[in-house]
């Protein structure tokens, strides 16, 4: 399914990209793929095989404490109904418990490390290596369930957009990543039963026999696709290298024109309302005494601050009380840290290098264009679907999109809250399944993909609903 959606995501952001004019020039999709793919290695891969190693070396004085034992076995009830194919005390619960901890405590960045441990260990359990396993896929669904006690990330964004009171997102994320997550173990535990869902024995194909097989031939579907992709770029082609007006005619006829033009603008008045927001607030600082931050705020930070240090405390402090060499299992722990990073950098530039094409495009623009009048019927604000199709797809992209809607005028508090919870009800389930399945080898994800969607939708409309229900009269 992934071959499918990766080149259909492909061919619409290079079309799209031919029609509006961003093929080549200064906002050429080529030049964002090629940044997309740099920073999949040099911005995401690398960092993250130092936090990989670090956080592999905690887990491994956790686990030699026995603290992760602990905390398993007293999930365990849970556990064993969530994951009936692990064994109990399976090195893979303790690390499932730990990823999972560090999403409720939003500490995302820190999530991940331990995610890929628990995938690795999952492996270990898998029978088809090439498949991914029912216990998996509801780990993955899990995550992309998001189900978050704290949305740290949504709320820096509206601190820093100028929207008051952004505490006021917390409960409702709460209730709209307990939606999402919920439908996303129903989801995972309904789709596994499938028939189009079932695991597929390994493939073992020697080079021998890769070198004799031939390419299989054109199916007729095939050639239709095929031809009415070739007739699509050659008009693409057509204007790229007529006449500019031959372009400019086709958007004005069309009415593209002022979408982009209107698009745009939001965005400049964005970034410029944002940069001025942050100068007035070093300026503020600068000059005015600090103001004491509310208990709220001052407990929230506090308790997000120490989390990190407590688990540190607590792994060394156990683990050498018990007489554990700390340093050298650290160590140990820690040494295969920077393995998985490099087999993930295949899959990141695949994915992020797409994504920068379809993002740049201005395929999201035309698509909120043509959907307007269905999502005013259905009660959902036109204003999110960006971030709503954006948040699954990319991380980055969708802090660039939750910032220009949270800092535009023209749009409702309500608007503004919901953009907030919605950020922090979903999560980024097309990265999330390419780097935990890419560590570990996994080329067919089943139902995981879909499963991970449905939380996103899941979570998407609680938080529609919940934005609605508490923030319509503000």
């Keep these: ?38 920073k999949a290695v040099m911005g995401i891969a690398l960092p ?11 887990l491994r ?4 404490a026995g603290v992760l034992e602990a905390v398993v076995r007293l999930l365990s009830p849970l556990l064993r109904r969530l994951f009936p194919d692990v064994p109990t005390g399976h090195p893979a619960m303790s690390a499932m418990v730990m990823n999972l901890s560090a999403n409720m405590l939003g500490l995302s ?29 509801t780990f993955l669904a899990l995550n992309t369930g998001a189900f978050t006690l704290i949305p740290m990330t949504a709320m820096n964004f509206l601190n820093a957009a100028g929207v008051s009171h952004s505490f006021r997102v917390i409960v409702p994320t709460i209730l709209a990543t307990a939606c999402a997550s919920v ?55 057509a204007l790229e290298l007529g006449p500019p007006s031959w372009r400019q005619t086709v958007l004005d006829q069309t ?32 000059t005015q005494t600090k103001v ?31 007489g554990v060499k700390v340093y050298e ?25 797409v994504l920068a094409i379809l993002r740049e495009s201005g395929a999201f623009q035309l698509l909120e264009y043509l959907l307007a009048p269905l999502l005013n019927m259905l009660g959902f604000p036109v204003e999110l679907l960006s971030l709503a199709l954006m948040r699954p797809l990319s991380g980055s992209g969708a802090q660039g999109i939750l910032n220009e809607i949270l800092t535009r005028p023209d749009l409702s508090e309500m608007v503004k809250f919901t953009a907030g919870i919605l950020y922090g009800s979903t999560e980024t389930t097309f990265y999330v399944l390419t780097v935990y399945f890419g560590s570990v080898g996994i080329r067919r994800f089943r139902h995981a993909l879909v499963a991970g969607l449905t939380a996103d939708f899941i979570g998407m409309v609680a938080a529609v609903f919940f934005g609605r229900l508490l923030f319509a009269f503000t």
């Design 1 to 38: 399914m992934l071959n499918y959606i990766w080149a259909t995501l492909l061919f619409i952001g290079l079309l799209v990209a031919g029609l509006v004019g961003r093929v080549s020039g200064d906002a050429s999709v080529i030049d964002a793929a090629m940044k997309g793919a740099e």
């Design 48 to 58: 993250l095989a130092g936090m990989m190693m670090f956080w592999l070396g905690v």
């Design 61 to 64: 004085l956790l686990e030699k």
């Design 109 to 137: 960045n820190n999530a991940t490390p331990l995610g890929l441990k628990a995938m690795g260990h999952l492996q270990e359990l898998n029978p088809h290596k090439q498949s991914a396993s029912n216990a998996m896929i």
């Design 183 to 237: 439908a996303a173990v129903i989801a995972a535990k309904s789709f596994q039963r499938l028939p189009g869902f079932v695991a597929q024995p390994d493939e073992f194909i020697s080079e021998t026999q890769s070198t004799a097989v031939k390419p299989a031939g054109i199916s007729t579907k095939a050639k239709f696709w095929l031809t009415l992709l070739g007739t699509l770029f050659i008009g693409v082609s």
């Design 255 to 286: 009415g593209l024109s002022t979408v982009l033009a209107k698009s745009a603008q939001r965005k400049a008045e964005a970034e410029k309302t944002l940069a001025l927001k942050k100068e007035e607030a070093k300026a503020a600082a600068a």
């Design 292 to 322: 004491e931050p509310p208990v709220w705020r001052r407990v929230m930070d506090g308790a997000s601050g120490l989390a990190i240090p407590a688990i540190l405390i607590l792994a060394v402090s156990v683990a050498w009380a018990r």
């Design 329 to 353: 299992e650290f160590v140990d722990g820690a040494k295969e840290g920077f393995q998985v990073a490099v087999r993930i950098m295949p899959y990141l530039v695949a994915m992020l290098a």
